[in-house]
């Protein structure tokens, strides 16, 4: 498998416990049904003991330190247990903290001094806890007057002194740990979380403590029930969970699930029980000849809904429904080939291979009789050799006739997604899978999942390493950066660290020695123009009195431009555009500066740059990843190379903000060597999506029309036009008919060409092609 391509990692939230509004709105979510009335009752029976939930949960997590210390006595002697209990830290330095190192718009002073009232105000007092050698035997003594439960036979006590700090520390943390997760079961209404979370601790936790650990938990059980002892239904419910929990950490750890299927293009994934547990519950329909009419009319719904993803009216015109329905029902067929006839139908055929591409239309099938995407390019191509040699039929049959059908179904289970956390994902076809999983996947007209194998046969893609919507358009109007949601399949490719973009040279050259030869010298006629101010002392003092000249870097500058000019210059290349006079208007002491020779360019350029206005535009505004690269290309001249140079950035926004950006790209040795002190950034570099943007449309098709022109016509627009429509006119109509009465498509073309219509790049003509964006999808 390449690693060059991927079909991109979609939004996932994988359910990790149940909660009872879950449970119930997915369970009548996957039946397309409205709540039941059981179902109401449930719901309306949570949310009106929810303050008690919470009351409880408030008790117990007030008495935490009670509840711990009573299972921690109960199993160590020899020392204070609660002294290497060690509380989670609040982290400073992050949203929410009351101190954020990201704000950087506060003084330094401002940022020091809430640094230290934060820290003065999270500062976690040290409990002196002094060690009583017979605090533990006489817990005991007095344990045998409250009804604890009795020790198991052969019970030993653990010494704290030779148990070690780090163990006793692991183990303090465990029943703390044991406790915060009976809190969330509790608020939940649900033990999922429990189940998912402690069953296979017992294999992670030494064997040689297991025995202890269960005994800590049932004196923390013990000191919670002594805290709801005048209130039954609250000690029903906490001992409940107590009993769970134990039950569940005796409980072996389980076998991981194993795809079922053997198959040399199959990925061999397994999926740990914990994720299967936790995960959605999707009900599993199985029609029995010996189940009510209810029922295997609940199973039939259920099979129109997976095999054509909607509800099957009469509206659809339908006409077999009836007939195969009772066939089912009286047992004269099975549900497997129930199945396979609703695949045959005209209905089917209509509705998912008639509007698709043979390849679109293979992918969709997959899903409608597998439960799942295509796992690899070999197995779609042996269903397309099935399709194009016995047309649908044949696909249907190849599917449901499948060892893999016959392993997971059979002849009496309704089919049913195998999506994420039913079993192992692969990760060559995550992407599309997901999507194929949605409601809308029947909206897609282009095939995704060859296309996604056939990218891993490419290289890596010209695109930003942190995604395409991270480039701006290179414009000079202002950071504008491709709508996202006009490209329905983004695919992330595998940019290493050590991967370079290639950029394609507009200007003088850079340091990085691909081109150092150009450094400090004139651009080409197509380069970028340099405004450089000529500064006003050339010399750098004397030495022995001999005047010693300054250190400048080599003229560039093929006029002297005016003042005003070199201003508005400078205020092009870094913002973009030209300033409004009240944007301005703050810069204007920066600028005298400037023209008094006060400051430098670079320092005018680092003034401007640090403006409010320039913050305001392309910081705040903006996304970390598309800020830095937008600030980088004005600054710098030219698109940042990869992640590695990307990393350094985020690292210095994470640590010393947006300031210290600017002064990182404006003080770097590239900088300095490419611009110097008096010259303003330009464009050095370009991607190859921005040279084709300025590049004209079809210039080998403009190229062959201007060699097939006369010389006096290429110099007369207006006449050559003319010319090219007259020639237009006098084809034959015959020609701008098909055989099928269409209109001729490069006839079409021609025509807006020379009507003058903007064309799109092939890039624009590719997303237009799709009818919907992933980013409007939304599961059913």
Known sequence: MSVKASGG???????????????????????????KNTELQE????????????????????HADEIVLAGANRIFVGGSPMAYLEKPKEKIGLPGS????GEDFLTAARRKAGAVMVKEALKIQEVAYYSNPLSGWLQRFRDLFNNQDPLPGGFRFINVSRYGAVRMKRSMRDLAWFLRYITYAIVAGDGSILSANVRGLRGVIPEDVTEATIVALRAMRRQSLDYFSEDAEATQLVKGYFDLLIAEYLTDKPSNQVRIGVSNDQQGLQLPQSYSMSAEVRPKFVFKQGATLTQKQEAIAAIYRHVFERDVTDTYGFTQKAELESQLIGGNISVKE????????????RLFYEPFTISRAIELAARHFL???LSSREEFQTYFDVMTKGGLPALVDAFVDSAEYSDYFGEETVPYLRGLGQEAQECRNWGPQLDLFKYSAPVRKVPQFITLFGSYQKPLPEQHPYGCGNDP????FGAIFPQETRNPHPQPAFFNKDTRRILIGSGAGSPDKLNGNALGKVPGSLGTRVLKLEPLHHGNGTSNGVSQPGHQSPSINLLHHSSPAFIEGAYRQVFGRSLYEGQRQPLSSTESKLLGGEISVREFVR?????????????????VTKAIEYIHRRLMGRPTYGRQEMNRYYDICATRGFYALIDAIIDSPEYLECFGENTVPYERYVTARGYLMRSPRHENQLRREQAAETVPDKYNPRKANWAALSQFVEQPILNQITSDGRSNRATEMRHAEIAGDRSNSPEESLEESYEYSQANDSER
């Open 473 to 476: 358009l290179e414009i000079q």
């Open 607 to 623: 003034q401007l740059a640090k403006s409010k206005v320039f913050r305001s535009l392309y910081w705040d505004s903006l996304y």
């Open 371 to 373: 439960g799942r995407g």
């Open 338 to 349: 129930f199945v396979r006839r609703l695949g045959k139908s005209r209905l089917y055929r």
């Open 98 to 101: 009351g101190y954020y190192v």
């Open 9 to 35: 990692s979609p939004v996932t939230q994988p359910q990790r416990y149940h909660t009872v509004p879950v449970a119930v709105i997915s369970h009548a979510v996957q039946q397309d049904r409205c709540l």
């Open 43 to 62: 719901l309306a029976d949570f949310f009106s003991s929810g303050v008690k939930l919470l009351e409880i949960a408030n008790t117990l997590t007030q």
